[in-house]
């Protein structure tokens, strides 16, 4: 049958506004934290990272807060731009000996000029 | 520092077809991963290779395998092709397992007919 695609949270945003995206990850365990972002045909951009150790991470114009009480991360962007519009996915690396990152389902960010 | 290189970035087979796809990772990354991306499920984990090993494996059929050369390049290879294999397969560098840092390629967009 015809696949289903994946229901993808969207936000829209104004130009200039701050934009928050939130990431609910799966497994306690996990060591490492990654936010890319993805735009149409294109593989997914590094955005920021941050290891488990953190509870925050700043890089330019995004910030990254990482909650292991409530397995909860968000991606703060300030300023946001049309350039900004895109697919946003946070990503797990499962500890240990697993090197694998979890992905999560990803959030459209769309950016009114 | 040229990136994460996969070729060929278009390809179009007929089921029962096999293909065969590649990925070099950026110079010094000795780890690959590979990845499936699908609009019904998101990016999923395929199978990740260091050092002319798998040392991980994601939850697909036997008709998807991989290696990994000397130099760290990888394939990845999928036998008799179905329909549902038509995705965006994606690669992913990184120094080692356990580093961080992973760098995707812009992935090789791969029709079943």
């Known amino acids: 049958g015809e696949s289903v695609g994946l229901h993808l949270p969207t936000l829209s945003v104004q130009e200039g506004d701050n934009s928050i995206i939130n990431c609910a990850y799966s497994?306690?365990?996990?060591?490492?934290f990654i936010w890319y972002k993805q735009e149409s045909g294109k593989g997914p951009q590094f955005i920021i990272d941050?290891?488990?150790?953190?509870d925050k991470r700043q890089g330019q114009r995004v910030t990254v807060l990482l909650n292991k009480t409530v397995k909860h991360l968000s991606l703060q962007i300030a300023a946001t731009q049309p350039g900004d519009s895109a697919v946003y996915f946070c990503?797990?690396?499962?500890?240990?000996?697993?090197?694998?990152?979890?992905f999560g389902k990803g959030t459209k960010l769309s950016v009114k000029p | 520092k040229a990136g994460v290189t996969q070729t060929p970035r278009y390809l179009i087979k007929t089921r029962g077809q096999q293909v065969t796809l590649s990925c070099s990772p950026i110079?010094?990354?000795?780890?690959v991963s590979w990845y499936q991306q699908t609009p019904g499920q998101g990016l999923q984990f395929l199978f990740e290779?260091?050092?002319?090993?798998?040392?991980n494996k994601g939850n697909f059929p036997g008709r998807f395998s991989g290696r990994q050369f000397s130099n760290s390049r990888s394939e990845m290879n999928v036998s008799t092709l179905e329909l549902g294999d038509s995705a965006l397969y994606l690669c992913?560098?990184?120094?080692?397992?356990?580093?961080?840092?992973?760098?995707f390629g812009s992935g090789t967009r791969l029709t079943v007919v």
């Open positions: 497994n306690s365990a996990s060591d490492y």
């Open positions: 990503a797990e690396r499962a500890g240990g000996s697993q090197g694998n990152l979890i």
């Open positions: 290779y260091f050092s002319e090993t798998q040392r």
């Open positions: 941050i290891r488990s150790n953190m």
């Open positions: 110079s010094g990354h000795r780890s």
């Open positions: 992913a560098s990184s120094l080692e397992p356990g580093s961080y840092g992973y760098t």
